[in-house]
C-alpha cells in the first residue's frame, strides 16, 4: 500500500527547543516538498528536495533545516529559531521536480509550541 | 513570479446545489494548474488537474473545472453538492519552466454545505 506517512499526528514542544518531523514515502518519488499551513494563509513551501543528498530553500525556510539521506525520507526540524513554529505542517512528493507532475500529500503533522 | 487568487474565503451551500469555486492565476506562460481538496486535519487530496489539451477537466467525485485563458481563470464546478463535499478547496499553478517544479498555492476557500 504506497503513500507518505508523517508521525506523530499532533507534538507539543516547549519554546526553545528543536523538534523533528518525520516524513517517509514508499512511492520511489525522487521529489520531496515541506509545506507548512496556517489557517487562511495557503500552503507555504519551506523546503524541497529533487534527489537524494540534495535539497533547496523554498518561500520560508529561516528557522528550519531538512535532510535527505535516503530517498524514501525527508524529515524537518523547526530549530528554536523559527519565531512562530506553531502550524500544520505537509509533507509531499512527486516522481520527479524536473516535470510538471501532481504531488502526493501525506496526512500532516500538528505542531505546537508553548 | 506565479501567483494564484482564490477570491471567495468561505461559500456555503444547500445540499443539491450547484458550485462553482473561482479561481484567477498569475503566470506568463501556459500554466499547470490544479485542484485540491482537504477535510479537516487532514492532507490534502488531488481533484483534477489541466496540462493541455482540452480546456473542461474532468476529476473525482463529480467536479470538472474549466481552464480559460482569457481569463486566466480556472473555476472549479460541481452540478450537485454532497454534504461530503464540505471541505477546503485549493487551487494551485505549476511552473512549467526551470530546472525545480514547484506548486504555488492559492488560499483556499471553505466550502460549507447546509442540509
Known amino acids: 500500500d504506497g503513500g507518505i506517512t508523517q508521525s506523530p499526528k499532533y507534538l507539543f514542544r516547549k519554546e526553545g527547543q528543536n523538534v523533528t518531523l518525520s516524513c517517509e514515502q514508499n512511492?520511489?518519488?525522487?521529489?520531496m516538498y515541506w509545506y507548512r499551513q496556517d489557517p487562511g494563509q495557503g500552503l507555504r513551501l519551506i523546503y524541497y528536495?529533487?534527489?537524494?543528498?540534495?535539497?533547496q530553500k523554498g518561500d520560508i525556510a529561516e528557522g528550519y533545516s531538512v535532510s535527505r539521506e535516503k530517498k524514501e525520507s525527508f524529515p524537518l526540524t523547526v530549530t528554536s529559531a523559527q519565531k512562530n513554529p506553531t502550524a500544520f505542517y505537509l509533507c509531499?512528493?512527486?516522481?520527479?521536480?524536473?516535470?510538471?507532475?501532481?504531488?502526493?500529500f501525506g496526512p500532516g503533522t500538528r505542531l505546537t509550541v508553548t | 513570479a506565479q501567483s494564484v487568487t482564490q477570491p471567495d474565503i468561505h461559500i456555503t451551500v444547500s445540499e443539491g446545489a450547484s458550485l462553482e469555486l473561482r479561481c484567477n492565476y498569475s503566470y506568463g506562460a501556459t500554466p499547470y494548474l490544479f485542484w485540491y481538496v482537504q477535510s479537516p486535519g487532514q492532507g490534502l487530496q488531488l481533484l483534477l488537474k489541466?496540462?493541455?489539451?482540452?480546456?473542461l477537466v474532468q476529476g473525482i467525485k463529480g467536479f470538472e473545472a474549466e481552464f480559460k485563458r482569457s481569463q486566466s481563470s480556472f473555476n472549479l464546478r460541481k452540478p450537485s453538492v454532497h454534504w461530503s463535499d464540505a471541505a477546503e478547496y485549493f487551487c494551485?499553478?505549476?511552473?512549467?519552466?526551470?530546472?525545480?517544479?514547484?506548486?504555488?498555492f492559492g488560499k483556499g476557500t471553505l466550502l460549507t454545505v447546509n442540509p
Open positions: 509531499a512528493s512527486s516522481p520527479t521536480s524536473t516535470t510538471p507532475g501532481e504531488q502526493y
Open positions: 489541466y496540462f493541455s489539451g482540452d480546456t
Open positions: 528536495s529533487q534527489i537524494v543528498n540534495d535539497f
Open positions: 494551485a499553478v505549476g511552473d512549467s519552466g526551470g530546472s525545480n517544479y514547484k506548486l504555488t
Open positions: 512511492l520511489n518519488h525522487d521529489a
